[in-house]
């Protein structure tokens, strides 16, 4: 499998495109006014403590306060108290925060819509092989490891390394990105955590809250530590100023993948190499259309994400189950990449078409779970329900690609849909009734869009004249170009 990273640098904003095959599969936009919050670490303020819910808001610096639960509050090295035969027990957030009080904390979840960032006090700070966890000891290794013997080998190697040398004993977790490292490697990035963490502790001692005290790096160096792999063909970049730096940090920390980074000084702008601009624009829209000729209808909502299924016009082949099967099949495939692509998160419930035959239910799953497992996202996914639907959960810490390039429509206010013209119709109607009820005029001007005025003076025309004979007073239209479908004024003359 081939797999590209580009990167697009502008004075306003930062785009990365992963491209696997061909194929545009994840985007990231990082933009300058508003840049992602996730992994910085700050001194805050605990601005109100809310028993009801154990949780606390914190004031860290942004617009909103930030909110924090009290299982986050409990130190790494202190998990929370678990009874004998039941689930583990939250302390009550009272014992823990007070109001007024200075909190070290670490944005877990950017704003999204409404909601403030969302926070703990495990502080993690990761590199490209390790994330160091201060105050622990504990030493924990990516699932995506799978041979036994190399997680044995990393793991030894970095508890010995952690025992022998107290200047970089801690916690770690052993990241993906670490399979097959050199020991020299490894050693390395627990002497530049244990650094960095001695920086942050020195400015959290000298800051007054609500302060930042540390700031995850610019997207296009995260893509470096977090996207580049062994498998990684070529990494572009379009701004000479931004591939100068991502060299420094490649020469630094990473330079087996010194060769795979490069300088795009093409005319063409780089998104265009695999036609990225145009698939970020199709993932905007609710319709993803299937080679077959099916499609899929994706719907997010502010509980969680509907995905559905459709033949379309594939009439297939053989028979019904076969067609139904092929079209689910293929569905699978598309929606694991438009989950990465979009990078929606949360509840996910996806409607396959139905499916009598047994087999044919555990291939697809089968097949979704596999190309789940292509994902950053950690994700987790249920067996077909009795209703035929699949439940599964993706991990949400940033705003997904609608939420960062688009806004709620201000005509329908994000309902996704209008007022007919004839509903509006009714409406003044029904309106100029009750202002002719409370006021006394000799005549009224209704002022609307031109379809409604349309419509007023057409199929209406009946119903209007019925009105103007029952009230006794003249109708008079007048058409507001700026109007939407949606509004109208009743004017007194």
Not at 290 to 301: E, F, H
């Amino acid at each position: 499998m081939s797999e590209e990273i580009l990167i697009n640098v502008t004075p306003v904003e930062t785009r990365v495109a992963l491209v696997e095959n061909g194929m545009l599969q994840e985007a990231y936009i990082e933009r300058t006014s508003r840049k992602g919050i996730v992994g910085n670490i700050y001194k805050g303020k605990v601005v109100r403590v809310l028993p009801g819910m154990e949780a606390a808001f914190v004031d860290i610096g942004l617009e909103r306060a930030a909110f924090i639960h009290a299982s986050d509050v409990v130190p790494s090295q202190q998990p929370p108290n678990e009874a004998p035969d039941g689930p583990k027990t939250i302390p009550d957030i009272r014992t823990l925060l007070r109001e007024g009080q200075s909190l070290v904390v670490q944005v877990t979840k950017d704003p999204i819509g409404t909601k403030g960032a969302r926070l703990t006090t495990q502080l993690s700070i990761p590199s490209r092989y390790l994330v160091f966890m201060p105050g622990v000891s504990h030493v924990g290794i990516s699932q995506r490891i799978e041979d036994e013997n190399e997680r044995l080998r990393l793991k030894t190697l970095v508890e010995e390394g952690a025992a022998n040398d107290p200047d970089v004993s801690g916690g770690y977790i052993i990241r993906t990105a670490a399979e097959a490292a050199a020991a020299e490697d490894l050693l390395g990035d627990m002497t530049y955590l244990h650094r960095l963490n001695q920086a942050i502790e020195e400015r959290i001692t000298r800051s007054q809250a609500p302060a930042a005290v540390y700031q995850d790096l610019p997207l296009f160096i995260r893509t470096i530590r977090d996207l580049i792999r062994p498998q990684t063909e070529k990494v572009r970049i379009d701004s000479r100023e931004s591939h100068q730096r991502v060299m420094e940090f490649v020469n630094e920390f990473v330079t087996e993948f010194a060769d795979k980074v490069e300088y795009y000084p093409g005319e063409r702008p780089i998104f265009d190499l695999y036609s990225v601009e145009d698939e970020i624009q199709k993932a905007l829209s609710r319709k993803v259309q299937l080679k077959s000729g099916g499609y899929v209808i994706i719907d997010q909502t502010e509980a969680m994400t509907t995905i559905d299924i459709n033949t379309g016009a594939f009439v297939g082949h053989r028979n019904l189950e076969e067609t139904i099967f092929k079209t689910n099949l293929e569905a699978a495939r598309a929606i694991s990449r438009q989950l990465r692509l979009r990078n929606l998160g949360g509840i996910i419930i996806i409607d396959f078409i139905d499916m009598d035959d047994s087999e044919h239910q555990r291939q697809v799953h089968r097949m979704l779970e596999k190309m789940l497992e292509r994902d950053h996202a950690k994700t987790k996914i249920t067996g077909v329900s009795e209703l035929g639907l699949v439940e599964m959960t993706r991990k949400r810490t940033t705003e997904s690609l609608g939420q960062i390039l688009c806004e709620p429509c201000p005509i329908c206010d994000g309902r996704g849909f209008l007022k007919t013209s004839e509903t509006v119709c009714y409406e003044v109607f029904r309106e100029i009734l009750r202002v002719n009820r409370a006021y006394d005029a000799e005549s009224y001007l209704v002022m609307a869009s031109q379809s409604v005025v349309d419509r007023l003076l057409d199929e209406e025309s009946d119903n209007v004249a019925d009105l103007e004979t029952f009230i006794g007073k003249a109708i008079r239209f007048q058409v507001e170009p700026f109007y939407s479908q949606e509004q109208y004024d009743v004017v007194l003359l």
